[in-house]
């Protein structure tokens, strides 16, 4: 395991969907499909927020029930396992679902004494 305090993870993942809200501001699904490098500079930021997660310990995870955690892993793992079939209908769904929420609740936990 990291020797990095795991609240710097937590903000890592906070960081890494602030990235993303950026990247696809203004954009639409087919301008999406359409730019390659923000694909790339998103499907990393997913990685890393997977990543991020798998490091925080469970003790802690289990303070914010409302994560989905086993998510936030399962995709972090197609990506890195199925990334020449990631369907990016999937991705921009999750990005337009689920990112917001993630990035509300690491935020509402960040803020926490």
Request: aromatic share 8%; proline share 4%; glycine share 6%.
């Amino acid at each position: 395991m990291s020797r990095r305090d795991w609240i710097l993870f937590v903000a890592d993942m906070q960081q890494a969907c602030d990235k993303i809200s950026g990247y696809i501001s203004g954009m639409g699904f087919e301008d999406f499909c359409a730019d390659t490098r923000t694909v790339d500079a998103v499907v990393r930021n997913l990685e890393i927020i997977g990543e991020a997660s798998s490091r925080i310990p469970e003790d802690k995870k289990l303070l914010k029930p409302e994560i989905d955690w086993v998510a936030i892993r399962g995709l972090r793992n197609r990506i890195v396992q199925e990334v020449f079939g990631l369907s990016l209908s999937v991705i921009w769904s999750i990005l337009q679902t689920d990112l917001p929420v993630l990035a509300r609740q690491l935020s509402a936990w960040a803020k926490e004494p």
